[in-house]
């Protein structure tokens, strides 16, 4: 059976939140004094492996881990491999994650060791000064050299940068030239407005549409063809040896191929960010009515 919306659209592919929480604080995403849920609103490893088997059933191929940050969530690696091993004898064909990169140097070997090929990292800058400022306290060093560990133990990276006015907007061409030189590919993302980050969102915008045609420039960019069973479109450039995506929820939205669901760390099944309305999926798994 394959999972299908009201407008015929296939999901086969799931995000799954393990927690509100996370070692960092980026502008655009949490507020510098965040209070993070207290963790019995958090589903447990078993609830997750539970939910993830009924998506299974209904086609869902690909999951991806996310947060707030997965890899601070305490033995996460065992949630990992769960997961993984239920590729042998179902329709899942991927699981994957998504992380700020922080702690990528002590978990790339286990992450590879339990069936995680291919990871997205999100780095917004590749100056020291400036990482400490987006993430409000964080050390680039450390990101650094999880990339380098990750590549070591052949996890394929995509590293995803979000695109800030006044920010990165001059950084940029720096950005793809140093992903271009250790070989890994790249997606610009467009800034989405949050909630409670305490941060002016009109101060943050910036149309991807402006960048690709800066970029595009200096690149001369022809599209590909590629799908990685996300909303990002993807070019080429004969001066580069690296894909490069460009996410632009905003100027140009991808709604009509969107192939995705996400639950959050509490159990809320939501079919878009764009949208309040949710399923609240731990009062099911805990009969709690
Ligand atoms: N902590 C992990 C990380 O940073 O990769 C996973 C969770 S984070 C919420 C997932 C992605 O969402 C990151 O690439 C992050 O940059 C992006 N993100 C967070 N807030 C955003 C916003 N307001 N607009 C666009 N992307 C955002
Ligand atoms: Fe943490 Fe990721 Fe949000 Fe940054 S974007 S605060 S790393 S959850």
Redesign the pocket.
């Known amino acids: 059976m394959q999972l299908a919306d009201q407008f015929d659209r296939k999901i086969n592919y799931l995000r799954v939140s393990v927690t509100d929480r ?5 502008v ?3 507020k510098e004094n965040m209070t993070f849920l207290p963790k019995k609103e958090i589903l447990s490893f078993e609830e997750i492996g539970r939910l993830c088997d009924n998506f299974i059933d209904l086609g869902i191929n690909k999951i991806r881990l ?4 997965p890899l601070v969530r305490k033995d996460i690696l065992k949630l990992i491999k769960l997961l993984n091993s239920k590729k042998k004898y179902t329709c899942l064909n991927e699981v994957t994650l ?3 990169g ?1 702690l990528l140097k002590i978990y790339a070997k286990d992450l590879k060791e339990n069936g995680i090929n291919r990871i997205n990292v ?1 780095l917004d800058t590749i100056d020291e000064n400036k990482y400490n400022q987006i ?2 306290f ?1 050390n680039l060093n450390n990101v650094m050299s999880g990339i380098n560990e990750a590549k070591k133990n052949n996890i394929k990276i995509k590293i995803n940068v ?1 695109a800030i006015k006044n920010f990165n907007e001059k950084e940029l061409y720096s950005i793809i030239e140093w992903a271009n030189q250790i070989k890994v590919n790249l997606t610009f993302i467009e800034i989405m407005p949050m909630d409670d980050t305490d941060t002016e969102r009109h101060l943050q915008f910036l149309p991807l549409s402006k960048v690709y045609k800066e970029l595009n420039s200096k690149y001369n960019f022809y599209k590909i063809d590629k799908n990685t069973g996300g909303p990002s479109v993807y070019y080429r450039s004969d001066s580069l040896s690296i894909d490069i995506g460009f996410i632009t929820p905003i100027t140009n939205n991808f709604c009509s191929s969107c192939n995705r669901v996400r639950i959050t760390s509490t159990g809320k099944l939501f079919m878009c960010l764009g949208q309040n309305n949710y399923v609240d999926f731990r009062k099911i798994l805990r009969n709690d009515y």
Do not use: A, H, K, Q
Not at 66 to 69: A, F, K, L, V
């Open positions: 996370c070692d960092l604080r980026c655009y995403c949490m996310t947060g707030g940050e998504t992380t700020n922080t999100s993430t409000r964080g979000v």
